[in-house]
């Protein structure tokens, strides 16, 4: 199993600043985005802060144990562990400095080993699969309007007013402890997995992101047409995507290499031919 | 005081107050930009007329719809749903005049805001009460940490391995070479992963990942919802599937 991976991140048209940030790791597969929170303090600090808070907890033991006995595989409960000490050290930092009081960030991380796939997320950045020519969500939002579905007060994106509809419930660096949202997925050659902050999924479709994969099937080309696609629709918040191809061996490459360029050109083609039936520009 | 919410495939994005009357269309000069090639540059215009509020097309390439139907001009209800391109502006008779909303338009999308834990367990138990039928338990972390009533094994029928049977307590069991495998495979030539098997509600599904895993002496394809009984077959070790009745204890506590 080899993992490709494509990733940018954007400011869109209405922020001043760009408050998301990302990391990829091919070679150990992990890959994470956070979204700093919006006009907060300080939230371009606090998503920073929870990167290198990951990347430092899980970059110098690479094989440690996990610290507490855990239904999920080794790597998923470091990676939870990790993404809990990441809250503790940014409501530290928090606390420290008065400039930084306040500062919050929502995280969702993967940790690819061995072909399964360890998610961990706090607040509305989503993980996605695309299995099976199928995208299928791999977390639930921890917000307001995620409350209300589950309630069965609201049809999404429906009835709740405007200004309830950026409410976060859960997010890094508020409070002293957090819960984190767990989830394991094994991963196949030719699955994707999607990391994005609500700057893409506010502005973009679900059906749009899986034509993205299916039509562009290279990692950076998707994350290019993805932003661009977020910016043409109004680019109301900043924009993150990270996505990981899971591909086979050299020898799956070596025979899917023929067929895959063909398959490739044939659905451009496709899609681009599916774009004239748009209403016509003016 | 009467607004327009401006949506996109059914998020709010921007309130707008009518007040003497605003234009909508991709150009800069509108009140309501839609920056879409499917918006002609001055699209349509909502305007008051004596007490009532009129929205009128501006003969504009691709159309104006009220609840699915093209309009010219059009009388606003409350709640009426204008389609312009993809966008759609649902129209507000009574938005409160006190909202700040309606005389400066929010910014994008507005900043993100967190309710803190005290303020949340609030909101939950309002949200609780109105909840239809409470049996759905409330967070996956509350499913994962409760004991379950029975387990699923892998009771070994032929070939050689550690043990008689596997018990699936973990979220993701793996049978496999890798030595975070449950039912090791022992051998260069052996997958590091055979075949996964994740708990997926109350019960347990199984993919296979590499080699070639049989599951009642059919290709493993796809995902596979385990049923008592089945055979799996991963380099010449046969797994019957089976349910096990009992409380187990809980591991981790």
């Not at chain 1, 932003?227 to 043409?232: D, G, L, M, S, Y």
Request: hydrophobic share 40%; glycine share 10%; charged share 20%.
């Amino acid at each position: 199993m080899r993992l490709r991976a494509g990733a940018r991140t954007d400011t869109g048209r209405v922020r001043p600043q760009n408050e998301d940030a990302y990391m990829t790791r091919a070679e150990q597969g992990l890959f994470v985005v956070c979204d700093g929170m919006g006009g907060a303090p300080a939230g371009e600090v606090a998503s920073e802060m929870a990167i290198q808070a990951i990347a430092r907890e899980l970059q110098n033991h690479e094989n440690g144990d996990a610290l507490e006995a855990s239904p999920f595989l080794p790597h998923t409960q470091r990676l939870v562990d990790a993404v809990r000490q990441s809250n503790e050290f940014i409501y530290g930092e928090a606390q420290k400095d008065p400039r930084q009081a306040g500062m919050g960030t929502t995280i969702v991380s993967a940790w690819i080993r061995e072909q399964i796939a360890g998610v961990a997320h706090v607040g509305d950045s989503r993980a996605y699969l695309w299995h099976n020519d199928r995208l299928e969500p791999l977390t639930r939002d921890h917000s307001l309007m995620e409350a209300h579905i589950e309630a069965g007060l609201a049809d999404e994106g429906h009835s709740l007013p405007v200004e309830q509809q950026n409410v976060l419930v859960r997010v890094l660096g508020r409070e002293p402890a957090v819960d984190v949202d767990v989830t394991e997925v094994p991963v196949r050659s030719g699955d994707y997995v999607l990391l994005c902050s609500d700057g893409l999924t506010r502005m973009v479709a679900e059906s749009e992101l899986a034509l993205a994969i299916r039509t562009y099937q290279d990692p950076q080309q998707i994350c290019d047409h993805l932003i661009a696609t977020a910016n043409k629709n109004g680019g109301a918040d900043n924009i993150t995507v990270v996505v990981v191809e899971v591909t086979g061996g050299w020898w799956n490459r070596l025979l899917n290499g023929v067929g895959g360029h063909l398959r490739r050109t044939l659905s451009r083609e496709a899609a681009s031919s599916s774009t004239l039936n748009d209403p016509r520009p003016h | 005081m009467s607004k327009l919410t401006l949506q996109y495939e059914g998020i709010a994005l921007k309130d707008y107050a009518v007040g003497a009357g605003v234009t909508i269309g991709r150009l800069p000069d509108n009140a309501v930009i839609i920056d879409n090639p499917a918006v002609s540059g001055h699209h349509a215009r909502v305007f008051e007329e004596g007490h009532r509020v009129i929205l009128e097309d501006l003969r504009s390439t691709n159309g104006t719809f009220v609840n699915g139907r093209p309009v010219t001009r059009h009388v606003l209800q409350h709640r009426d749903e204008v389609l312009i391109g993809k966008h759609q502006l649902v129209f507000d008779q009574n938005a409160a005049a006190t909202q700040p909303a309606a005389d400066a338009p929010m910014q994008g999308l507005g900043d993100t805001v967190y309710l803190d834990t005290k303020q949340h367990r609030a909101l939950r138990a309002t949200l609780e009460t109105a909840r239809a039928d409470a049996a759905k338990p409330v967070t996956t972390r509350a499913a994962v940490s409760s004991v379950p009533r029975r387990v699923g094994v892998l009771r070994v029928i032929a070939g050689s391995a550690e043990q008689d049977e596997y018990s699936l307590d973990g979220n993701t069991s793996i049978i496999g070479r890798s030595n975070t495998a449950l039912v090791r495979l022992r051998g260069w030539f052996k997958p590091a992963v055979a075949v996964a098997i994740a708990k997926h509600g109350s019960g347990y599904v199984a993919t296979a990942m590499g080699g070639k895993p049989l599951v009642n002496q059919s290709p493993l394809e796809g995902r596979h919802a385990l049923q008592e009984g089945d055979m799996l077959t991963v380099s010449g070790l046969v797994l019957e599937f089976a349910w096990k009745e009992g409380v187990r204890a809980e591991s981790a506590a």
